[in-house]
């Protein structure tokens, strides 16, 4: 069963690569967009459980057949969005960028991502006392200023978004406009908070940083498939070096006594698909009431007003999985939560029969507005640099939250082009 999971996840990445292309001078190649890295991140996340199983480990469990036919059932339904969403553009030729006329103004860019920035980093010090030698310390070490009490929450939030909306909006700029001071000024600023939150083991923060950078710098440069899928692979060791700061700290890395078995995939990032699966299956929610689209509509309706404002917001449907888990009655009392993936999310509203569905409307939703973005200018080519990290973690979300950031970013994003760049676009 496993090898003929494999063959399908094998036919999925082939097809949906060739589904993500774009026409460029009359040639249909691949570029780095939202779709293409929709096929491959969730084929990575896929193929974690029968890697580990063929290579790492024996022990089979009673849901692995059962988690490799949903999985298998989410792709197929990759495939069909991106499809229908070509049929929808085949006579159109929406995937032109638009003719920008906009000026970059550098000094307003780069006051603002320096100021953006610089707060994200004060506050994060702050945070650890001054005490420089403690950011080579486990993350557990010390709070993130982007957890505590409602207040901390909001005002992290915030700016972690000035932080990264402003950082890719200057850094537009300082691309298009070739000018190698500016590029170098912001690229030291970029690696700055990199360097910050990689020492902390906070891959999340550094990859929405920086997946979008690339974004813009190969913005529709056909890529080679088989370096991209090398670099792929490599990104499996680099969140695995990250993860392993994140648990012992940078300055006890040394000392980890490596093992093979350590690098077992369920046991990592790519392995969080599986276990949430699991844990549902275990708790024997798969026989609870469907949801009937609650995470899709009012969950995600609720989630947009911040809990500083609504104190008694109601929890969503991920946070509630998190407390029935934990064994807690209220959303503080955690100290740690899912992220609830997609193929569980799509099993708790609809079922098994909503899987292909939903996966199409939502692989459909993203070629639409892939195409949308790229015909509005500057501001657009943020906010489709920004769906690369957030189509990534997207396996890992739930739609609520992944709706609130991508709107969050959308608004802050379009304040600062408007301050950064001058003109129109036609």
């Keep these: ?116 920035v610089g707060m994200v980093m004060f506050f994060a010090l702050k945070g650890l006392g001054w005490e420089f030698s403690a950011i080579f310390n486990p993350r557990s070490y010390v709070a993130s200023p982007q957890t505590g009490n409602p207040e901390q929450t909001l005002f992290g939030a915030i700016l972690w978004v000035l932080a990264i909306s402003s950082t890719v909006l200057a850094f537009i700029g300082a691309n298009n406009t070739k000018n190698r001071k500016l590029l170098i000024f912001t690229l030291s600023v970029v690696g700055l908070f990199c360097t910050y939150y990689l020492l902390r083991g906070a891959r999340l923060n550094a990859g929405m940083m920086v997946l979008p950078l690339i974004c813009v710098y190969l913005y529709l440069k056909p890529i080679n498939r088989k370096t991209f899928l090398l670099s792929c692979l490599g990104l499996y060791f680099f969140i695995y070096a990250v993860g392993l700061v994140r648990d012992v700290g940078f300055a006890r890395i040394a000392d980890v006594s490596f093992k093979i078995q350590e690098f077992d995939p369920l046991t990592q990032e790519f392995g969080t698909n599986y276990s949430v699966f699991t844990k549902w299956k275990l708790m024997g929610q798969d026989n609870a009431s469907l949801l009937l689209g609650k995470s899709y509509t009012t969950d995600v309706l609720y989630n947009m007003v911040p809990r500083y404002f609504w104190p008694e917001r109601p929890d969503t449907a991920a946070v509630q999985f998190s407390m029935d888990y934990y064994g ?35 692989s459909f939703l993203v070629g639409l507005f892939e195409i949308w973005f790229m015909r509005k200018g500057v501001w657009g080519l943020a906010c489709y640099a920004f769906m690369i990290p957030m189509v990534i973690n997207w396996n890992r979300m739930d739609m609520a939250i992944a709706v609130k950031i991508f709107i969050i970013y959308l608004v802050v994003s379009k304040f600062f082009s408007l301050l950064m760049y001058r003109g129109r676009t036609v």
């Excluded at 090898?3 to 949906?16: D, I, N, P, Q, W």
């Design 328 to 362: 807690v009655s209220n959303a503080s009392e955690l100290t740690s939560a899912f992220g609830f993936s997609p193929v569980v999310e799509a099993l708790v509203n609809f079922g098994v029969i909503g899987l292909v569905p939903v996966f199409a409307l939502f």
């Design 1 to 116: 069963m496993i090898l003929v999971y494999l063959l399908l996840l094998a036919l999925f990445l082939v097809t949906g690569m060739r589904l993500s292309r774009v026409k460029i001078n009359n040639r249909f190649q691949n570029v780095l967009s939202p779709g293409l890295v929709l096929v491959v991140s969730y084929c990575m996340y896929s193929v974690a459980m029968p890697v580990s199983r063929l290579f790492f480990t024996n022990t089979d469990t009673d849901y692995d057949v059962e988690y490799m036919e949903v999985q298998i059932l989410g792709a197929a339904g990759i495939l069909i969005g991106l499809y229908f969403q070509r049929l929808y553009h085949r006579f159109k030729k929406n995937r032109n960028s638009a003719q920008v006329l906009q000026t970059y103004m550098p000094m307003p860019a780069i006051v603002i991502m320096t100021v953006a």
